[in-house]
């Protein structure tokens, strides 16, 4: 069911320190920013060969990444996504196995124009786990 | 500087029930357990398409991941690790640049057997980040 990797979030309290770290020091290859105002995150792509992280940093008022960077001020490692090629049956398998659905249980439209559910990190051993189909 | 992400490691407290959970819920392909008594773990890798996941549990009495399972019973995201091809040019260059390469400064050999190190997480906003030389 799970096919690649998608991204790995790292949420970050500031991002202009994490593009300078990343670019300058680590020597990777990072997007402009981009302000996603109905997700609650501005993110900065870093590009690898084969995947993608994402570094996010809270924006507005109600951002899903606040609470979060409240418990570690420091930043840490937010959540992994995983692509699906039909997200309504793997959210079908995941509930028949007891796994929860976040929200409502239906997917809804990420931050890359996809739909997307998230898995409640209790069930995955403290991972927060998205799923994207593709 | 930065190659592909060979890695995104999960800490677990039971490796048998995360087996379960990845290969039979997310119907992921897990490989055997690997201990390796060296690194105080034992692995699992959850094969995805483009990189793969590691489940680690501890091995041992000196663990590295035991103190993050005893501030995180439940587990959790541990770090991630990018390929790099010489890995004393980066880390010459990541402590030129002020950033801390944990232990003695010297790679050592990981558990796939490769030159690795590990750089601080406070330099990298909390995410523990591993390089290996590919």
Same mark, same amino acid.
């Given at each position: 069911?799970?096919? +690649? $990797?998608?991204?790995?979030? $790292? ?9 300078? +770290? ?22 900065? !792509?870093? &590009? ?8 996010? &940093? %809270? ?14 001020? +420091? ?7 995983? &692509?699906?090629?039909?997200? +309504? ?25 996809? %739909?997307?559910? !998230? ?5 995955? !051993? ?6 994207? &189909?593709?």
């Amino acid at each position: 069911m799970l096919g +690649r $990797l998608n991204h790995v979030a $790292l949420a970050v309290p500031d991002l202009g320190r994490a593009v300078a +770290r990343y670019r300058d020091t680590l020597g990777a290859r990072v997007s402009d920013p981009l302000a996603l105002p109905e997700h609650g995150v501005t993110v900065v !792509f870093v &590009e690898l060969e084969n995947t993608r992280i994402e570094l996010l &940093e %809270p924006l507005g008022e109600n951002s899903p990444i606040a609470a979060f960077l409240a418990r570690t001020p +420091r930043g840490g490692m937010h959540h992994v996504c995983y &692509e699906v090629s039909d997200i +309504r049956a793997a959210r079908d398998r995941l509930v028949a196995q007891g796994a929860r659905v976040l929200g409502d249980g239906e997917p809804t439209i990420g931050a890359h124009g996809k %739909p997307v559910l !998230f898995l409640h990190p209790s069930d995955l !051993f403290g991972t927060l786990t998205e799923l994207e &189909e593709v």
